[in-house]
């Protein structure tokens, strides 16, 4: 009895003086991937997906098993960057906010609540803290452009600034000062409840561009010739991870370098339009197929940015 009453004691004491590890199971990939996406893969499935969003996010990576293991790195990565961005940017892009609230001491606040949630226990998913610190980053890029300066003109004399390089650096602060102002003015529950959905419609529009990709540039037929299964992947793999109980910080590979609003390169494309359909229906009645007598052109037009201008 009394050994038996020892090994309680010490199994007791273990269970407090060690810290404690919930372990399960997710997707990821051991395969390049940009780590905003794997971020937000990992950020869904630790946070606990509710049924209808745990069968959509379960068909979504089954289709992007399927186009990912037969995409380049290059195209993968340019797919799944690009509608990362668009779709936090563009969730705010036609609301007008008070534009002088974005200020030096806005941004000294901003800053303060964000070495907060690195230094205190806090809610907040590995990819909301990315994807915060990254907008924080093109608010200190806006608020240092020349265009700052202009606006601040503006303010004081009343007076409208109708040049181009402003309306772009207007719609830029447009798109990024209302997630930092939701993160101030919110707490970390109700934070995660907008960025969830934010998070698989990202993911819908990826497995979107990625099929439709394969379909129009490998001419594939009997596209995909192998169905992707959770107990069968092919590009992505289950993972057994310990976390523990408390927050993690972001991995010391990813700094956050903005979100890519406030540096636009004057020949990148970047989609402009979304695909009514999604990545597992039936295609739309008279759908175009490719033409197998089809030459591709000698020289391609100059690309052009026209995501930001056209809004």
Known sequence: MIHFMKITFICLFLCYAVPLYASKKIITSDKPLPTEFVLLIESLQKAG????GKAQFDKLILSL???????????????????????ILKKYRNTEPDLKKFDMRFLKNATAKIEQ????????????????????SDLKSLLMAPQYLNFLTFVQNGTDVTSQPFIIWSKKLNMVGPWLDLFINSVDSEFEAII?????????????????LIKQSRFKESWPKKKSTLASLSFFTWREMKEKTDSAALPSDLTPQGSGSSDIPAAVWTP??????????????????????YLPPNKLPQPVNDWIQAQ
Do not use: H
């Open 272 to 293: 402009k339009d979304t695909p009514e359909t999604t990545a597992n229906s039936n295609l739309p009645v008279n759908y175009p197929t490719p033409d197998p007598d």
């Open 65 to 87: 098993d399927e186009s990912f293991d037969v995409l380049t790195k290059e195209e993968i990565f340019f797919i799944c960057k690009a509608e990362i961005y668009k779709a």
């Open 196 to 212: 969830r959905p934010l998070q698989l419609e990202a993911l819908q529009i990826i497995a979107t561009y990625a099929d439709l």
């Open 117 to 136: 949630i690195n230094n205190d226990k806090v809610e907040l998913s590995l990819f909301s803290k990315w994807m915060i610190q990254a907008l924080l």
């Open 49 to 52: 997906l509710s049924g209808e």
